[in-house]
């Protein structure tokens, strides 16, 4: 199955580099052969070029300098990314160039055809080049400036049964931080100011603190543990933290890793729970907050959460929010819990390219998940899918930026 999907694709890519290349040289007047040919030879120079390093640096990404190598790999995706625009425009007029060759083939009278000679219009393909040049500059952007442009996002909750004392109670979520992609502090140092700022009565972070190895978090600890909070600030796992995405040398070290990043959560002051409830008391009333392990309904993510222990931990406590790092959970487990009132993921990160506007989101990752961005509810169950404060893969974000998200519960 696997080789009859690749075909598909790879007819793409080249249908999509030979449109590229059709439309520059359409652009230069076929008067100057040698103009053309210089175009032509520029632009297949650039594309083995971008082709060759983006496959050495997937192909040695855990043997070198991985920021580095990110951005050559992601400078090919954001040339295919044009190239498809341009494919998008010039393809259908071929399409339609060959109906009518086909058309006047059986038309023809005394050997003239009755039509005129379609060419490639030179405007349609200025036009495309324009066009595709809006994805691939919003994608450089995206690096230079999206991935850590921070922004604070405000959500308002009303639920019957939240205690009069915690009305107003201010819940702040990050998720996501991937503090490996990180070359220096200053990001997260920028965004610590930012949370703290808000003030908030309680902070939690939903999930994948690393990429792959705990180490990577190491050189953050003392900037992420100036987070303030007036409680005690909760953390759970993401499927990255597990180290899954690393071939170790024995279960042993893949077991220590963990250990490992656990202690770090606790140097910088997060609690982890762990298929744990945590109770918050005001007032002689009180809230529960569990916390899981990664679940995640996808085959390829392992279910390592247990629900039904962390939900029996949390009692009676009259209202209770779920830290749960993937939000397909929600649908796949949590919502067969009604005295779950909330749910905290993040994991997609609106796969950190995509349209968001208020009227209308799009990001490719909504045809994976159902729950991708933002809030949710079914009845009086809640979820909010935080789109994260990190980034990997792609070093860059367009649309959906980096998000703290301040939730204000109130009683309705």
């Known amino acids: 199955m696997s080789r009859i999907l690749s075909f598909p694709f790879i007819l793409l890519l080249i249908l999509a580099e030979w449109y590229g290349y059709q439309a520059i040289k359409t652009l230069i007047p076929a008067s100057s052969i040698s103009g053309r040919r ?10 083995v070029l971008a082709w060759g390093f983006a496959i050495w640096a997937i192909t040695t990404r855990h043997n070198g300098p991985a920021p580095y190598k990110t951005y050559l790999s992601s400078a090919l995706v954001g040339l295919l990314l044009a190239k498809l625009v341009v494919l998008l425009f010039l393809l259908p007029e071929d399409l339609v160039r060959m109906g009518r060759w ?3 083939q059986f038309t023809q009278r005394d050997g003239v055809a009755t039509g005129t000679p379609i060419t490639r219009s030179q ?3 200025g036009l495309a080049l324009v066009v595709a040049g809006i994805p691939f500059v919003a994608f450089v952007w995206g690096m230079l400036r999206g991935a850590t442009d921070y922004q604070v996002k405000r959500v308002t909750l009303r639920f019957p049964n939240l205690p009069a004392s915690f009305d107003g109670f201010k819940v702040l979520q ?13 990001p997260l140092e920028r965004a610590v100011r930012m949370i703290n700022k808000q003030q ?19 050189t953050h600890i003392d900037t992420l543990a100036q987070i303030q909070s007036k409680l005690p600030k909760l953390s759970i796992l993401g499927n990255h933290d597990y180290g899954d995405y690393v071939e170790w040398p024995s279960p042993e070290a893949k077991r220590a890793n ?3 990043l656990a202690q770090n959560h606790a140097k910088i002051g997060w609690r982890l729970l762990l298929d744990e409830s945590h109770t918050i008391e ?4 009180k809230i529960a907050v569990l916390g899981v392990q990664n679940w995640g309904a996808q085959m390829r993510f392992p279910k390592y959460g247990n629900l039904p222990k962390a939900h029996a931990a949390s009692g009676d406590a009259p209202f209770k929010i779920l830290l749960s790092h993937d939000p397909s959970h929600w649908e796949g ?17 609106g796969m950190q390219f995509g349209v968001n506007l208020p009227f209308f989101k799009w990001s490719p990752v909504q045809y994976v998940y159902k729950q991708w961005a933002g809030l949710y509810n079914k009845g009086q169950q809640y979820l909010y899918v935080n789109t994260g404060l990190g980034y990997i893969g792609y070093p860059g974000r367009v649309g959906f930026l980096p998000e703290i998200t301040v939730f204000e519960l109130r009683r309705a």
């Open 38 to 47: 210089l175009a032509g030879a520029i632009y297949w120079i650039v594309t």
């Open 102 to 104: 086909v058309v006047q």
């Open 123 to 125: 405007f349609l393909s």
């Open 174 to 186: 990050i998720s996501d931080l991937h503090t490996g992609s990180f070359q220096s502090s200053e």
């Open 200 to 218: 908030a009565d309680l902070i939690f972070m939903t999930g994948d603190l690393v990429n792959n190895v705990a180490t990577e978090v190491e």
């Open 258 to 260: 963990l250990a490992r």
């Open 282 to 285: 005001r007032d002689g009333e």
């Open 333 to 349: 487990e949590v919502l067969n819990y009604p005295d779950i009132d909330l749910t905290l993921s993040g994991h997609t990160h």
